[in-house]
């Protein structure tokens, strides 16, 4: 019994090792490329000898752990670095996967950490000529500088009609994550056209290479163009509304009436000072010893409110006020109308795109080499784990074993820190950081991204402006939904309007007018005030 429950033991132990070596083979041969950096890098990848990238690599850990990468060492170079693989890469068929890590340890102000997947030599450049000229098939990575913030994805296609590579971006992609944590980029290329972006493990983006809605230029022109050769009719009218020809200036319109008259009821207060002036010369002002009169003039003393109107509702000459007037009509303007000879907005016919193509799948290029091509305003740039890989399940495998622990031990550090610097308040507005960022991803507010990531920017340099900035973020949020739900609803006009309703109307918008010139002279005075503030008083009484 027990020697065969001895040859049964051995039995499972081969097949273990047996199914160790084949899942191991399968893997292995699921992986393309792989590069670590354990070792280092000289010899292996050519530094570009262009005269301007200046920056220098080095072969360093990453902060806190043993585990070696590629570093970008000084602030505000250049650099170009890049790796011949052993193998091309094929991505016309199955999945490929591009992945790898960057840590920016002191921080993202301005700078690209992104990759160059670049096309076979036969294309036309040199390892140790390599800079950003040179031809690539994909770029793919973090970019963030003033307004960019985002995970390029760029295909560069080569057109099958005019023979010529043009570079397709994709649309609305994620945002560089706002920390010195190390983060594992992802872009899995399906068969079925689709393309994912992953940060961290977490599906960012999916887009299709053939949707015209994910790429910019799509990569299959349209099928119809507007015709260059049509021009817009000589009469052709594109006014909705137009004045009514038939409405008359009614005879009571006096549109000289001023806007504003004296007000004949108000009266002087009593004990205003008519002959004291609102300001006198600085009894306690001495003329300066130095004072030449021949070279700087008769001098004359500053003045100072006078103290005698201090009790007083006001001294100078008194004006009476000013008062809206009830004639005031302003410039009569007839009602507009439904115009009969309305067309609509021209806009030239379309016709068929001699540049239109129609496409089953993308025309990649093969990927020959991985270049690191960038300009940078910081260092502590460390790149790792570069990966190109047949499997998504490799992929994920590798952000386990190689990515994941470095991650938590980071996170759990800076944690520690921000708690100690501020009793977890950072803590806070990290969470608060990383929401309005997922916010300014959302698709709708596209428009309003380079404002909001600004505001971010801003707020994360002054940690004391996080409420402020969240209340802006959501201002701009509920604003554009507004605009979405309301925004294209407009109340219709009559089509013709009597004469008493157009007087009322055009009064109304005149009176609306006058407000918004009476808020501006309130401004003005306002203003004036703070420099004369007892003398602008007594003047409006």
Same mark, same amino acid.
């Given at each position: ?223 119809? #163009? @507007? =015709? %260059?050769?049509? !021009?817009? +009719?000589?009469? &052709? $009218? *594109?006014? /909705?509304? #137009? @004045? =009514? %020809?038939?409405? !008359?200036? +009614?005879?009571? &319109? $006096? *549109?000289? /009436? ?284």
């Amino acid at each position: 019994m027990e020697e065969s429950k001895r040859k049964i033991g051995a039995q499972y132990a081969l097949m273990l090792l047996a199914c160790c070596f084949f899942s191991q083979l399968y893997a292995s041969s699921d992986v393309k490329f792989y590069e670590s950096f354990d070792e280092a890098f000289d010899g292996r990848w050519i530094v570009s000898e262009k005269e301007e990238y200046s920056g220098v690599w080095k072969h360093a850990k990453s902060e806190g752990h043993d585990d070696y990468g590629l570093l970008v060492s000084e602030k505000a170079r250049k650099y170009a670095i890049v790796k011949e693989l052993d193998n091309v890469v094929d991505l016309k068929d199955g999945t490929v996967v591009l992945q790898y890590e960057v840590r920016l340890q002191d921080g993202h102000e301005c700078g690209g950490a992104y990759l160059k997947y670049l096309r076979p030599q036969e294309a036309g450049w040199t390892a140790k000529g390599f800079d950003n000229e040179s031809p690539y098939t994909i770029m793919f990575g973090p970019d963030k500088c003033g307004s960019t913030n985002k995970v390029h994805f760029i295909l560069k296609h080569k057109n099958p009609k005019s023979g010529e590579y043009v570079e397709h971006h994709l649309k609305f992609p994620p945002s560089v994550p706002a920390d010195k944590l190390t983060h594992v980029y992802t872009a899995v290329l399906k068969p079925n056209n689709d393309v994912l972006i992953l940060v961290d493990g977490e599906e960012k983006k999916k887009a299709n290479f053939l949707s015209s809605d994910d790429f910019e230029p799509p990569l299959i022109p349209a099928e119809t #163009i @507007p =015709d %260059p050769e049509d !021009k817009k +009719p000589e009469d &052709w $009218d *594109e006014r /909705a509304k #137009i @004045p =009514d %020809p038939d409405a !008359k200036k +009614p005879d009571d &319109w $006096d *549109e000289d /009436a001023p806007m504003e008259i004296e007000d004949e009821e108000a009266e002087k207060p009593e004990g205003w000072l008519d002959d004291e002036p609102e300001e006198v010369d600085d009894p306690e002002a001495t003329k300066p010893e130095d004072w030449d009169d021949e070279e700087d003039g008769e001098w004359e003393a500053p003045k100072i409110d006078n103290p005698k109107c201090e009790a007083a509702p006001g001294c100078g000459e008194w004006k009476r006020p000013m008062k809206r007037n009830p004639a005031y009509k302003g410039k009569w303007h007839a009602p507009l109308i439904d115009n009969p000879n309305y067309k609509g907005i021209w806009k030239p016919r379309d016709i068929s795109n001699p540049d239109h193509f129609e496409l089953d799948k993308p025309n990649f290029e093969p990927i020959a080499a991985i270049g690191i091509e960038i300009w940078t305003m910081q260092d502590g740039m460390l790149f790792d784990n570069i990966l190109i890989a047949s499997d998504e399940k490799v992929a994920e495998s590798y952000r386990k074993t190689a990515w994941k622990p470095k991650f938590d031990v980071e996170k759990e550090k800076q944690k520690a820190v921000e708690e100690a610097e501020s009793g977890g308040l950072k803590g806070y507005q990290k969470v608060v950081f990383d929401l309005l960022y997922k916010v300014a991803d959302i698709p709708f507010l596209s428009k309003h991204k380079v404002k909001v990531m600004e505001l971010l920017e801003k707020a994360e340099k002054q940690p004391n402006l996080t409420v402020g900035v969240l209340v802006s973020v959501v201002v701009v949020v509920f604003s554009v939904l507004l605009k979405l739900i309301f925004g294209g609803k407009k109340q219709q006009q009559p089509a013709r309007a009597s004469a008493e309703t157009v007087t009322e109307k055009t009064d109304g918008a005149e009176t609306s007018t006058s407000n918004s010139q009476a808020t501006e002279e309130k401004e003005e005075q306002s203003e004036d005030a703070a420099a004369a503030p007892r003398r602008r008083t007594r003047r409006d009484n």
